[in-house]
């Protein structure tokens, strides 16, 4: 099969090499996907160019989500059938080398999720980690529904996705972005209140808001820049669910303060979170996306062998939705 890989971490132009390597085949409860298209996420850039961990293996395919159709299934498969339309998260994490910039990918079973035949593969491949981490940091802790939920970079990818399932859960939702742009990509995902965090007081405009009741949920995708700001606009019994904090990685917690709101700090990130808890993500992204019309941002596109400058567009930060690489010949 052809694919991308990397045997040193660095820049992508210098490191990713792009040829031939064996096909994968399907082991006891996997499934493998003719992969058609490959998501780009910044936990991939990252790994690649070292910032992220330390390398785990001497070759590593990146990138963990895409779409694709299932051509072969392992002993003890019985969710999934050969011919289906799927989407993946986790294809390269920590426990796996090869990811989704290839032809194909062999992996578990309960990674893979059946893809809606209205939903393109380069849609698809916009779900999984993204997908994933907002209904987790939205549900984990239980419902929201009459909930206000605050979801900080709500343009971003998984913010866009958090604004679009907390709606569907019933929640009320307030979206921080910096840009004129952005506020209008969160208002299309739904979000009641919009506030551009660079021009607006954001403390302000939630607490009037919610009545200065304050959030009951926060999705933050900069806990350590964010924390001042958020520690002012949160409710009693709330909680602050994190999946980055790029803009401070070392913050101080001010646990006095989360203590005397009964505030919860709910840090995650997807490869470690237990099992029955991702299929419960899995089945309720697929009764979302069945329920209406969902919106789903490609940022930009690129053929495989291009997967460097895939890479070098989600590093320049201003991307609005997820850089796909299109994997089929």
């Not at 990252?46 to 895409?66: A, H, K, L, T």
């Not at 990685?249 to 979170?273: D, G, N, Q």
Request: glycine content about 12%; charged content about 20%.
């Amino acid at each position: 099969m052809k694919a991308v890989w990397y045997e040193r971490t660095g820049p992508a132009q210098e490191v990713l090499a792009y040829g031939e390597m064996p096909t994968p085949a399907a082991g006891p409860g996997e499934v493998r996907v003719r992969l058609e298209a490959s998501g780009v996420n910044p936990a991939d850039v990252g790994r690649r160019g070292g910032g992220y961990r330390p390398m785990e293996y001497p070759r590593v395919i990146p990138n963990s989500d895409g779409a694709g159709i299932i051509d072969q299934v392992g002993d003890g498969v019985t969710r999934l059938r050969i011919g289906q339309r799927v989407w993946l998260f986790n294809g390269q994490r920590n426990g796996r080398a090869f990811g989704t910039a290839a032809e194909y990918i062999s992996l578990a079973e309960h990674l893979v999720t059946p893809l809606p035949d209205n939903l393109s593969f380069a849609e698809g491949a916009t779900l999984g980690i993204p997908a994933m981490t907002a209904w987790c940091c939205l549900y984990c802790d239980g419902p929201i529904v009459g909930q206000t939920v605050l979801v900080t970079g709500g343009a971003g990818a998984v913010g866009h996705y958090a604004v679009q399932l907390a709606k569907w859960g019933g929640a009320k939702v307030i979206a921080t972005v910096s840009s004129a742009a952005k506020a209008e990509q969160a208002r299309l995902a739904g979000a009641d209140l919009v506030v551009n965090y660079k021009a607006d007081d954001v403390v302000a405009k939630a607490m009037s808001f919610t009545g200065q009741r304050g959030v009951g949920r926060v999705v933050d995708v900069d806990f350590g820049g964010n924390i001042d700001t958020t520690l002012k606009l949160m409710g009693t019994n709330s909680t602050i669910a994190v999946y980055a904090t790029n803009g401070n990685r070392t913050p101080v917690v001010p646990m006095r303060e989360l203590m005397e709101k009964c505030i919860s700090l709910r840090a995650l990130v997807l490869f470690a979170l237990p099992p029955p808890l991702l299929a419960a993500a899995q089945a309720d992204i697929t009764k979302w996306l069945a329920a209406g019309p969902r919106i789903h941002n490609v940022a930009a596109r690129f053929v495989l062998s291009d997967t460097a400058h895939a890479h070098l567009t989600v590093e320049k930060g201003d991307k609005l939705g997820t850089v796909i690489v299109d994997c089929a010949r």
